[in-house]
């Protein structure tokens, strides 16, 4: 089959999405779509998934047009997506998944499970993807949850897969199994559209690399000519510093020690086990690690949206375990937390009204119980044009604003004051290539002013290039402690799926 | 806490949904519908054929509504005195969904600010400069009182206020009229549960007491008082620390709670804020439009204000139009039953259907044709996992 893509164009009002744009796919291949956030990537695989109408243009199968009005159109001509965010019901089992609006049914329209089972048996064995179809989905690592989508799709007969980011979510080991599905998809005759913001990924896997940039596709290249830094101009439009430009770091006093703290979630597990630490003022300390291995409440603990359980924390040898939020942002304390839209940012509230959030409070906005609304404006003014904001003016709803603009907005709030200790979750998650440029070189500068950072990011090169000193999470534990100068990713990788590089074949 | 944070959402998106066009869109479709409604149940002309007198008494019903709420003196006073409860249980209702929270209790905050501003008003006996501000005060206190106790049970057991606040109305309507049986409040020789009347001096002054020979002209000071709540309310939101707390918190309390806010203070404070507004309504009906109280004397208002905070997106103007507007068919519905045979009962639909309209924009945009932009470009599908 091929698939065809003829000058899309779909527009949004003040906004044009996708810009005439052309692809083709064949099967058998893989056509990687690469590009910022914003631009224009997720629109146009909404177009060919049928659940948006593009306003011109055509999608043609085979040459000849079809005419998408939903997903389930999409579907019948062979089209199978699988999102970043999985779509299944984690109390099912992979078999009850699979078959979710396509059951076999028995006599009389009774589920039949057995069918369901084997079903999934069949094509699990015959792409190796090795699944248990009696598994519950939740007890599953996400890496396996995605070849439960994948055999989703295949059941319903896609011709072409598309994945939508389908490694951010991945261990870099899953992330090597998944290549291999891939190429088992292609082997088989299936073509596969692979979204990503990862250079390095794209030129790994893809026969074909698209970029688009501002809803347009700005070229087409070929993985095995093209190098990172063409690709991510393209991207950007501009030359872009791809490796983090950092001086040796110089560490001084203790800022903050952690010492035995636990944490317990609402439903009663552990999910931060008895862990000490310390980060010292001018160095950047990382913490890799899988998500959901206990980061997030790591960091709710040390900035106090979480009570510990047990332990102590201290910053500048004073004991903080039992202090405010506010307390602790006073005292000095950053925190650039990891969803941006949960957490970081109320979306309704104006650019300006979210740069003062966490200090709307402080006599320079607010005199009593009055907001100096004015003096909040001109701070953000400054903000906005300091930290390269674009936003056509303060008073628009910060929702508005594309993925790495909202995260400026946060870093420009919670590193604009004089500082102790700077937390940052994954400061550049689906953010673009320009942005995080401009985020990590913003982070090593408060590095280098003497504060002390700590930085947790799923994005394992990520933490690799900032970090000074790189402590991996495993189970709520940190399991390591490493140099990230002299570490390979993939001994880090192995720490950071509960082996040890020691034990392994490779080591 | 899942259900809690899914109705601070919930209302977060009702207080944001649907444009100014919207609002009128819906109350012309609702017209529409009255209209048909009207010509459906005029059961003689429709038997008899007769198409034509039926569209008359349409236009005849919605034209005794104009005149009614607006065609004089007396209908826009009349429509004043109607909208003026409306406007401050309208402002109760609307400032704690800007905190996400939902206020189903306007009526039993009213029933209380009410009570409290008629000891008040009955006890003291002037002067009036002294003893009116001092029976409202007392309304705003009373009603302030009775909506934190929602408030401090969210915020100390995490009971949705949904639930509390609907059981609160009931416990003060039984209070109510438990309290209008005792000595204290009790007109005396009367056995039905009936209060003692409100004194000269405590009475608010008529709006147009200026114009001499004319007692039709009910509307009072209440309205006054209400159209400084309607300003307090926006200076709140807009101008002070608190206000910026509330709008954040119904946006988005994680935010909020990342933020340093205080998410339980704010949520007694934000029903604490309603109950006054409310309490205040409660203390304009006594002290303004009966002079006493009756069991009954809250009537369907703190319901009937649910409807105007959506209608008016819960801004402050916005609720005050909407509240204008609901007062304007209540009294004009008063009109339209004298003058035809249409009941005041298709007020109620009116209204009704103006809420339903106003519930399901997405019914309104497809009956008018607007297109309407995607909240956002990206995904669509938000699944659980990652």
């Known amino acids: 089959m091929q698939l065809e893509l003829r000058g899309i164009t779909k527009r949004f009002p003040g906004v044009v999405a996708n810009d005439n744009v052309n692809l083709t796919l064949n099967t058998g291949e893989v056509l990687s779509l690469i590009g910022e956030n914003g631009a224009g990537k997720s629109t146009l695989m909404n177009v060919l998934y049928g659940m948006y109408k593009a306003d011109e243009g055509q999608i043609l199968v085979d040459d000849s047009p079809v005419v998408f009005t939903s997903p389930a159109d999409a579907i019948d001509a062979g089209i199978g997506m699988v ?73 319903r007969d896609a011709k072409v897969v598309v994945f939508d980011e389908p490694t951010a979510v991945l261990t870099p080991k899953e992330i090597i199994e998944f290549f291999e599905i891939v190429k088992t998809l292609i082997a088989a005759g299936r073509g596969v559209v692979f979204i990503t913001h990862k250079l390095k990924e794209a030129l790994n896997i893809a026969d074909r690399i698209a970029v688009l940039r501002r809803g347009q596709v700005v070229g087409e290249v070929d993985p095995k000519l093209a190098t990172e830094s063409q690709i991510a101009e393209m991207m950007v439009g501009r030359p872009v510093q791809l490796v983090v430009d950092k001086k040796p770091h110089a560490p001084g006093d203790v800022v903050l020690e952690v010492k035995n703290m636990s944490v317990v979630d609402a439903e009663g597990r552990t999910m931060v086990d008895s862990v000490s630490f310390s980060v010292r003022a001018g160095e950047v300390v990382g913490i890799a690690g899988v998500q959901g291995n206990g980061q997030t409440e790591l960091v709710e603990a040390l900035t106090g949206l979480r009570h510990s359980t047990r332990g102590q924390i201290l910053l500048d040898r004073k004991d903080i375990t039992s202090a405010t939020p506010r307390e602790r942002h006073s005292s000095g304390i950053a925190h650039i937390p990891e969803d941006r839209q949960r957490q970081g940012l109320v979306g309704g509230l104006s650019v300006a009204e979210n740069l003062v959030l966490t200090r709307y409070h402080d006599d320079e906005f607010s005199h009593g119980v009055v907001m100096d609304w004015p003096a909040a404006h001109k701070a953000a003014e400054i903000l906005i044009s300091e930290y390269d904001i674009r936003t056509p003016s303060a008073d628009i709803a910060v929702s508005t604003l594309s ?39 913003r982070i090593i500068k408060e590095r280098d002013a003497g504060t002390a950072v700590l930085i947790v990011s799923t994005e394992l090169e990520e933490v690799m290039s900032l970090s000074d000193r790189l402590l991996v999470m495993f189970r709520g534990k940190i399991v390591a402690e490493l140099d990230p100068k002299v570490t390979s990713a993939m001994d880090i990788g192995l720490y950071m799926a509960g082996s040890r590089p020691s034990a392994s074949v490779n080591a | 806490m ?105 009526t039993g905050q009213m029933l209380a600010g009410g009570m409290t501003s008629l000891w008040v008003g009955f ?23 009775f909506g934190a106790i929602p408030g401090i049970l969210k915020a100390r057991t995490g009971a949705h206020e949904v639930i509390t606040t609907i059981m609160l109305n009931n416990m003060a309507a039984f209070m109510v009229l438990w309290l209008l049986k005792t000595n ?49 309310y926006w200076w709140f939101l807009q101008r002070t620390t608190a206000g910026f707390e509330f709008r954040s918190l119904g946006l988005n309390a994680d935010a909020s709670q990342y933020a340093g806010m205080h998410i339980k203070r704010l949520t007694v404070m934000a029903m604490m804020f309603a109950g006054a507004f409310a309490g205040l309504a409660g203390a304009a009906e006594v002290l303004g439009t009966y002079g006493y109280a009756s069991q009954n004397f809250a009537g369907n208002i703190g319901f009937d204000a649910i409807a105007i905070a959506l209608l008016g997106r819960s801004t402050p103007l916005g609720t005050l139009f909407a509240a ?63």
């Open chain 2, 184 to 232: 204290l409040f009790q007109r005396a020789e009367r056995t039905d549960p009936i209060s003692k009347v409100v004194t000269a001096s405590g009475h608010l002054p008529r709006l147009f007491g200026f114009i001499s020979d004319r007692p039709d002209l009910i509307a009072h000071a209440g309205f006054v008082v209400a159209i400084l709540a309607v300003i307090i």
């Open chain 1, 83 to 155: 999102h970043q965010h999985f779509m299944l019901v984690p109390v099912f089992t992979v078999a009850e998944n699979v078959v979710l609006g396509v059951e076999p049914t028995g006599r009389l329209g009774s589920l039949d499970i057995d069918k369901a089972r084997e079903m999934v048996r069949e094509v699990s064995d015959r792409y190796n993807l090795n699944l248990d179809p009696d598994a519950i989905v939740e007890d599953l690592p996400v890496g396996v949850q995605q070849r439960v989508e994948i055999v989703k799709v295949l059941l």
């Open chain 2, 2 to 106: 899942n259900i809690v944070g899914k109705s601070r959402n919930l209302a977060a998106r009702i207080a944001r949904t649907s444009s100014f066009r919207l609002t009128i869109l819906a109350v012309l479709s609702a017209m529409v519908v009255g209209a048909f409604i009207i010509i459906l149940s005029d059961v003689d002309k429709l038997k008899s054929g007769d198409i034509v007198g039926a569209i008359q008494t349409v236009g005849s019903a919605y034209w005794a509504l104009v005149i009614g709420s607006v065609g004089s003196l007396r209908a826009i006073s009349a429509t004043i005195n109607s909208a003026t409860p409306l406007i401050l249980c309208g402002v109760s209702v609307a400032i704690a969904f800007k905190a996400g929270l939902f206020n189903i209790g306007a």
């Open chain 1, 403 to 441: 993925g790495g603009n909202q995260q400026k907005v946060i870093v420009a709030r919670e590193l604009s004051r004089t500082l102790r200790l700077s937390i940052a979750s994954q400061p550049t998650r689906g953010v673009d290539v320009g942005s995080i440029e401009y985020i990590h070189s």
């Open chain 2, 123 to 145: 006890s003291m006996n002037g002067p009036g400069i002294i003893q009116v501000p001092l029976a409202i005060l007392a309304g705003a206190i009373g009603g302030a009182v």
């Open chain 2, 324 to 386: 204008l507007l609901f007062g304007a068919l209540q009294a004009g519905g008063r009109q339209m039953q004298a003058n035809t045979d249409v009941p005041i009962d298709l007020i109620v639909v009116l209204r009704a259907l103006i809420v339903m309209f106003i519930a399901a924009p997405l019914l309104i945009k497809a009956i008018w044709r607007i297109k309407v932009a995607p909240s956002s470009t990206g995904q669509t599908f938000r699944g659980w996992g990652s």
